[in-house]
Structure formats: C-alpha cells, structure tokens
C-alpha cells in the first residue's frame, strides 16, 4: 500500500483506504478494489495479485461461492478497475462503494458465524497495515542514518601522517 496510514474504508472500518476520499476516478476506482481484495481475504479467499482484475474477480467469485447480485457487483468493479488502467480516457464509475457493499454482504451471507467474527474482530487484511507501517519504518531509520553518517563525516579528519 502506498501513501500514508491507511484511513476509514467505505463502510467506515479503520485500516482500509476510503473509497469515497481517495484522489481521481483511478484512484477511488482501485481503493474500491483492494476493498473488495481485503474483504475476500478476510472471508478465507487470498489474495492473488498475479491475476487481471477479469480474472481475480471470476476467482473471488468461485471460492467465495459469491451469487447473484454481490458476484455481479465483483465482476462491474473488475471492469471498472480494467478502464481505470488501460483505457485512455477512464468515466468515473458509479457507486463504487455501494457494490464493496454488495460484496461485503454477499460473503458476510455465505459465511458461518466463526468466519465472520474473524473477519470482524482479527481481519486477515490488516496485515497490511503492518506492512505498510514497516515500509514506513524502514524508511525512516534510512534517512535517519544518511543523515547521521552526513553529520559525522563532517567531523572526520584525515589521519595523522598521510600526505
């Protein structure tokens, strides 16, 4: 994930990006799609980022044993996501939010209600959060050493008896 700490999602849960606040049509478009990824992966779908959007949706659709109207909602992001990517000139897609909705009640239906305590109270996805604060870390004690290392080699002289 990149950018900073994750915000509210769409439905308001803490450690997804939100949907409705994210910059442009692109933007909005795949926030709405690594939601409908993390709520398929908090159901026991994981992820598979190797695959088109076509596909993974097709995927999240079978093993989430998604129907009707919620698998529908899948495959109109999918195509959404596809246009945000390839097409020259993305329409921004509507209700996007509203089909993460769909999705989300269509796997909350499907599932006992073991899985959707789980993908309640300890979501699979939020190991991103931790990855993301990682990423972050590491990049600060990064600068923090270049900086260090600049600041002493100031200091540094040349030793005695060369020259």
């Known amino acids: 994930m990149e950018g900073g700490p994750p915000g509210p999602s769409s ?3 803490p450690g997804r990006p939100s949907a409705r606040g994210a ?9 709405v799609w690594r939601e409908i990824n993390d709520t ?3 159901y026991g779908v994981e992820p598979d980022e190797s695959q088109t959007p076509r596909r ?6 079978r093993l989430g044993e998604l129907r009707g ?3 529908d909602a899948v495959h109109r992001v999918a195509r959404a996501v596809e246009e945000a990517l390839y097409a020259p000139r ?16 269509g796997f909350h239906a499907g599932a006992d209600r073991r899985t959707r305590l789980r993908a309640l109270l300890a979501p ?3 190991v991103r959060v931790r990855w993301a604060a990682s990423a972050r870390w590491a990049t600060a004690t990064a600068r923090w050493s270049d900086r260090r290392h ?6 540094r002289r040349a030793p005695h008896g060369t020259g």
Request: without cysteine.
């Open 11 to 13: 439905d308001g849960r």
């Open 23 to 31: 910059g442009g049509t692109a933007a909005r478009t795949l926030a």
């Open 40 to 42: 398929a992966w908090d």
């Open 56 to 61: 993974t949706a097709a995927r999240i659709v």
């Open 69 to 71: 109207e919620s698998a």
């Open 90 to 105: 993305s329409q921004p897609a509507a209700n996007l939010a509203e089909e993460a909705g769909r999705v989300r009640a």
């Open 124 to 126: 699979r996805s939020a």
């Open 150 to 155: 600049a600041l002493t080699a100031r200091f």
